[in-house]
């Protein structure tokens, strides 16, 4: 097992990647001092499969855990599921010492994470990540949040999980297809923080592809260091954290404009990301290599790099990307590379050069 800690004084925690965590769940609880009553949050998927370990190895330790499963899929980020949510948890007693279990991918770990920042003000919460994108990703660093029609992630709060427990053994019945989709994240480390994990990446995703035990083990505690690095200098997103964006005002305008569910997560960050490339040559001089380096490691994990836009669709995407959350003033600001593993943060983009990169179609 490997360890990784989130340093940020008294909210600091500790993410912990191996196989085998589930049922461990119940001892980590009882060591945080948590409430006895607790609720797991998950989806219908994932309830099947890990639901029933989750519960038992809580009840072992004593715990009084209620269930609440969702729908599966994005979806579920709406404000009404988080309503049915708290209702669950009040009809449950939950009081300011309980706590939440999140049991599932980016979805419920970001709704649940969101419930347990506002229900009573804020209840301690778990995060225990099902999928590759939420365990290098989405569990760590305390965004929770859920949608609106309008944009994605529009509603929100910066809330930090008293532990994190990556047990690689669930990522065994994780489909192909969402698996692959996690791969989108663990590139993007690569991209703006870790030349070395990019070129390990390069060499090694074949064993990534096979999800061979020790190279998962490696590359997702090596992902958690560095997101637990960004977060421990801005837990905010002052500054610092924005570079953990990169790809994203792209994608999930993609997310968004073709209607929530046609793509994966991690599919519509891919062709973020290669956007985002193009764009970071044109305004910061990436070497064109680099451009071509990040496209083929996107393409051998078999994930998409371009989008076919005609001039309607295109219209909807600009009008999506308007919306982001990072937008000030009316003006798109991109995280954009210099060179892999180096990127800078609010890189103003002429909206003329929006149109050609947006333009590129692909099969």
């Given at each position: 097992?490997?360890?990784?800690?989130?340093?940020?004084?008294?909210?600091?925690?500790?993410?912990?990647?191996?196989?085998?965590?589930?049922?461990?769940?119940?001892?980590?609880?009882?060591?945080?001092?948590?409430?006895?009553?607790?609720?797991?949050?998950?989806?219908?998927?994932?309830?099947?499969?890990?639901?029933?370990?989750?519960?038992?190895?809580?009840?072992?330790?004593?715990?009084?855990?209620?269930?609440?499963?969702?729908?599966?899929?994005?979806?579920?980020?709406?404000?009404?599921?988080?309503?049915?949510?708290?209702?669950?948890?009040?009809?449950?007693?939950?009081?300011?010492?309980?706590?939440?279990?999140?049991?599932?991918?980016?979805?419920?770990?970001?709704?649940?994470?969101?419930?347990?920042?506002?229900?009573?003000?804020?209840?301690?919460?778990v995060q225990v990540p099902t999928t590759l994108l939420a365990q290098v990703d989405s569990s760590v660093g305390g965004k929770t949040g859920v949608n609106l029609q309008a944009g994605k992630n529009l509603v929100g709060a910066f809330y930090q999980p008293r532990l994190v427990l990556c047990d690689l053994d669930t990522l065994k019945t994780l489909p192909?297809?969402?698996?692959?989709?996690?791969?989108?994240?663990?590139?993007?480390?690569?991209?703006?923080?870790?030349?070395?994990?990019?070129?390990?990446?390069?060499?090694?995703?074949?064993?990534?592809?096979?999800?061979?035990?020790?190279?998962?083990?490696?590359?997702?505690?090596?992902?958690?260091?560095?997101?637990?690095?960004?977060?421990?200098?801005?837990?905010?997103?002052?500054?610092?954290?924005?570079?953990?964006?990169?790809?994203?005002?792209?994608?999930?305008?993609?997310?968004?404009?073709?209607?929530?569910?046609?793509?994966?997560?991690?599919?519509?960050?891919?062709?973020?990301?290669?956007?985002?490339?193009?764009?970071?040559?044109?305004?910061?001089?990436?070497?064109?290599?680099?451009?071509?380096?990040?496209?083929?490691?996107?393409?051998?994990?078999?994930?998409?790099?371009?989008?076919?836009?005609?001039?309607?669709?295109?219209?909807?995407?600009?009008?999506?990307?308007?919306?982001?959350?990072?937008?000030?003033?009316?003006?798109?600001?991109?995280?954009?590379?210099?060179?892999?593993?180096?990127?800078?943060?609010?890189?103003?983009?002429?909206?003329?050069?929006?149109?050609?990169?947006?333009?590129?179609?692909?099969?």
């Open positions: 097992m490997r360890i990784v800690q989130v340093p940020l004084g008294n909210r600091s925690y500790a993410i912990k990647v191996g196989g085998g965590l589930l049922s461990r769940l119940g001892a980590e609880c009882a060591q945080l001092k948590l409430g006895q009553r607790c609720a797991v949050i998950t989806d219908a998927n994932v309830g099947k499969r890990f639901a029933k370990a989750a519960l038992k190895s809580l009840a072992t330790s004593g715990f009084a855990p209620v269930l609440i499963t969702v729908p599966a899929g994005e979806k579920s980020k709406r404000l009404a599921v988080v309503e049915k949510c708290f209702d669950r948890l009040a009809a449950h007693r939950l009081e300011r010492k309980s706590f939440i279990v999140a049991l599932g991918g980016g979805v419920v770990g970001d709704l649940a994470g969101f419930v347990a920042a506002t229900y009573l003000r804020g209840v301690p919460f192909n297809r969402e698996y692959i989709s996690g791969l989108a994240e663990v590139i993007k480390y690569g991209v703006i923080y870790d030349a070395i994990l990019f070129s390990q990446l390069e060499r090694n995703l074949p064993k990534l592809l096979e999800r061979e035990a020790a190279t998962l083990v490696a590359v997702v505690a090596r992902c958690c260091e560095i997101k637990a690095d960004v977060v421990g200098q801005d837990e905010t997103e002052g500054g610092l954290r924005a570079i953990l964006n990169f790809g994203h005002t792209i994608g999930h305008a993609i997310e968004n404009s073709s209607g929530y569910g046609t793509f994966l997560h991690g599919e519509a960050i891919a062709i973020g990301q290669a956007a985002a490339a193009r764009l970071s040559h044109t305004v910061l001089g990436l070497p064109s290599g680099d451009v071509k380096r990040i496209e083929a490691l996107f393409l051998q994990a078999g994930l998409p790099v371009k989008l076919k836009r005609d001039a309607v669709r295109r219209k909807k995407l600009l009008a999506a990307m308007m919306l982001d959350k990072k937008v000030s003033g009316g003006e798109l600001k991109f995280v954009l590379a210099r060179k892999i593993g180096l990127v800078e943060f609010g890189c103003r983009v002429p909206a003329e050069l929006l149109g050609p990169i947006l333009d590129v179609t692909g099969p």
